[in-house]
T-cell receptor, first 114, second 113 residues
Framework: QKEVEQNSGPLSVPEGAIASLNCTYS??????FFWYRQYSGKSPELIMS????GDKEDGRFTAQLNKASQYVSLLIRDSQPSDSATYLC??????????????FGRGTQLTVWP | DGGITQSPKYLFRKEGQNVTLSCEQN?????MYWYRQDPGQGLRLIYY???????QKGDIAEGYSVSREKKESFPLTVTSAQKNPTAFYLC????????????FGSGTRLTVV
């Protein structure tokens, strides 16, 4: 069974702060990792993808991957109330070059208060 | 614009009734997926299809059926055998090239009345 674990939260941070979201996974051979944002009542939208160890930055978002420790994290700098959502971590354990099914964590609910 | 269209947005099912949720994509993706989401739960895979005329059961396939007669279409039928069908249903497709990752439809909220 391929497990993806996230702190369910809720995580609450003030506007302008850094929000840190964490995710661990069980399959050591996992190749690619994704963060999705899901607003209440809406479908998930892809915000970050990463497959190499280290950091990947995109605007206010930074994904961090450590395959040896089997964790991936998402940092949101200068958090805004519009960032309030549930963040889903997803892992692709397939070793092939094409994407197979993703395994999702239960999500971390983030609230950014003004 | 390319994307995934799910319909209807809201669906009400009577006890003992089969209902079909539509999912259409114009992204030219081979792989398509159906997930179910319950409040406070993660996404659970119902069925997936990697190519036309082929599909596999996911983790919670009982009470559901699918077909994949066209690349663009992957409808899901919720049968009367599914005892607790009230949930948010999400259809997704995945790109075979980097950046990988799913594109989701807007979802169908199914309620049993």
């Amino acid at each position: 069974q391929k497990e993806v674990e996230q702190n369910s939260g809720p995580l609450s941070v003030p506007e302008g702060a850094i929000a840190s979201l964490n995710c661990t996974y069980s399959d050591r051979g996992s190749q690619s990792f994704f963060w999705y944002r899901q607003y209440s009542g809406k479908s998930p939208e892809l915000i970050m993808s990463i497959y190499s160890n280290g950091d990947k930055e995109d605007g206010r978002f930074t994904a961090q991957l450590n395959k040896a420790s089997q964790y991936v994290s998402l940092l949101i700098r200068d958090s805004q109330p519009s960032d309030s959502a549930t963040y889903l971590c997803a892992v692709n354990p397939d070793r092939g070059s094409t994407l197979g099914r993703l395994y999702f964590g239960r999500g971390t609910q983030l609230t950014v208060w003004p | 614009d390319g994307g995934i269209t799910q319909s209807p947005k809201y669906l009400f099912r009577k006890e003992g009734q089969n209902v079909t949720l539509s999912c259409e994509q114009n992204l030219n993706h081979d792989a398509m997926y159906w997930y179910r989401q319950d409040p406070g739960q993660g996404l659970r895979l119902i069925y997936y299809s990697q190519i036309v005329n082929d599909f596999q059961k996911g983790d919670i396939a009982e009470g559901y059926s699918v077909s994949r007669e066209k690349k663009e279409s992957f409808p899901l039928t919720v049968t009367s055998a599914q005892k607790n069908p009230t949930a948010f249903y999400l259809c997704a497709s995945s790109s075979p090239t980097w950046p990988y990752g799913y594109t989701f439809g807007s979802g169908t909220r199914l309620t049993v009345v």
